[in-house]
C-alpha cells in the first residue's frame, strides 16, 4: 500500500463496496473467520445496496477525495471533521438533480 498513489487505497475500498453491493466492507467474510467475525446474518437486507448509487459517500481517516468510481458512481472520502483537539476536513457539495 505504501508504493499507491494518494486516494488509491480508499478508491479500491470503495470499488468493493459498489461490486459487492453491500455496506459490510468485506462480504462474505473468509470461511476462516466466519465464526471470528461479529455478524448478523439476518440483518443482511439492512445493510445490502439496492443499486448502485449516483453519490457514496465514505468517511474514513484516510487521504480525502472525490473521484468517479466504476463509470457511474462518485465517491466522496470528505475525511474527519475533527482529529483530536484540532480541526479537520470536510466537503462542500452541490447537488443538481437529472
Known amino acids: 500500500n505504501a ?3 494518494p486516494g488509491s487505497r480508499m478508491s479500491r475500498i470503495a470499488q468493493h463496496l ?5 455496506y459490510y466492507p468485506l462480504f462474505p467474510p473468509p470461511a476462516a473467520q466466519t465464526m471470528a467475525t461479529n455478524l448478523d446474518l439476518a440483518h443482511m437486507k439492512e445493510w445490502s445496496m439496492p443499486c448502485q448509487p449516483d453519490l457514496l459517500i465514505v468517511p474514513s ?3 480525502t477525495f472525490a473521484k468517479k468510481v466504476l463509470d457511474h458512481s462518485i465517491v ?4 474527519l471533521l475533527t482529529r483530536g483537539t484540532t480541526g479537520g476536513t470536510y466537503a462542500v457539495m452541490d447537488v443538481h438533480p437529472m
Open 3 to 5: 508504493n499507491l498513489a
Open 76 to 79: 466522496v472520502n470528505p475525511g
Open 61 to 63: 481517516k484516510l487521504t
Open 18 to 22: 459498489l461490486q459487492q453491493r453491500s
